[in-house]
């Protein structure tokens, strides 16, 4: 090539960089094939998971609860959690939700909010909801009032003196109503409801702030067997809209709700698949089904 083409070449550059200046590209300083604006705190699932956890330890006083914990979960899936007591899976949803800090590991919720970056408040607020075993409704309160309650605390809410229900929300609410089996009892005092009512009550109250994932601490402890197929009912039509992760023991209940079941065992996944392949796992025998 001859130093006038090279110059030439040179010029043309110029006057390309001059008309498309660099940095106008969302995905940084360069021209991308691919890109995506994620605004802040938005939960980005364009690579398939909605959370992702890698080598995540903790210890209390020297005990490794939790070790080397690896998991991932796809958006709108719902995963069953099992394994034996003590194996770490309410330390693990503590970790999940900002409750507890790892010493070490990697927790993402999409692949790019850092959930160890962010509070518990921050984390709920971000679409994180968390239901622990016992229902904690306010007893003195109608289911209305209860599920309106939920709202008011939402992101971006006026103050509640002020508070009245849009109608998006007057609707979301008759929907949330309808999907906890609670619409025939709107008016009801929360103090007056069944076991299993409660325990409704408190996933619908999550519902009204529509959770991206949703997290369930042995949901059907302590339900009448009616209860236990209504919730099973419920979260099959929640799995898709929502992706959720439910710890529970009862086995029948799993067996109804379960795609893929994670086993958890010593602060690890001992095994994962469907429900049928790790019934059989010896391993799984012998440290929780067999016992
Ligand atoms: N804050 C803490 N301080 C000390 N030890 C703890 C703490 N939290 C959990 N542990 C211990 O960590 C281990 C895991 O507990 P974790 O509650 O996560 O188990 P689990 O799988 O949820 O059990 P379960 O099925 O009985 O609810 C247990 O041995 C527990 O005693």
Known sequence: MTPDLLDDGARRAKAYREREPA??????????????????????????????????SVSFDGF?????????IAPGELRCI???????????????????????????FGSTIDLLRYTEPEIAQMGI?????????????????NLELALKTDKGVRPSMFFRLDSGQGDRL?????????ADGVNRLAGNLSHGQ??????????MQDPKLLLLDEPVAGMTDE????????????????????VEHDMSFIE??????????????LAQGPLSQVQNDERVIEVYLGR
């Open 129 to 145: 909801g968390r239901k622990f075993q016992k229902p904690t409704v306010f007893e003195q309160l109608s289911v209305f009032e």
């Open 256 to 269: 109804t709700i379960s795609d893929i079941v994670t086993v958890l065992h010593e602060g690890s996944v």
């Open 64 to 72: 490794k609860a939790i070790n080397k914990l690896s998991l991932d």
């Open 82 to 108: 099992i394994g034996p007591n003590g194996a770490g899976k309410t330390t693990m949803m503590d970790i999940i939700t900002g409750k507890t800090r790892p010493d070490e590991g990697t927790v993402f």
């Open 198 to 207: 409660k325990q409704w009550l408190e996933i619908g109250m999550l519902l």
């Open 174 to 182: 008759a929907e949330v109503l309808h999907t906890i089996h609670l």
């Open 227 to 246: 209860e236990t197929v209504r919730t099973a009912e419920l979260f099959l039509k929640l799995k898709g809209q929502h992706s959720l992760m439910v």
């Open 23 to 56: 940095g106008k590209t969302e995905s940084g300083g360069r021209a991308a094939g691919f890109s995506r604006v994620v605004t802040d705190r938005e939960v980005d699932t364009t690579h398939g998971r909605i959370l992702y956890l890698e080598d995540v």
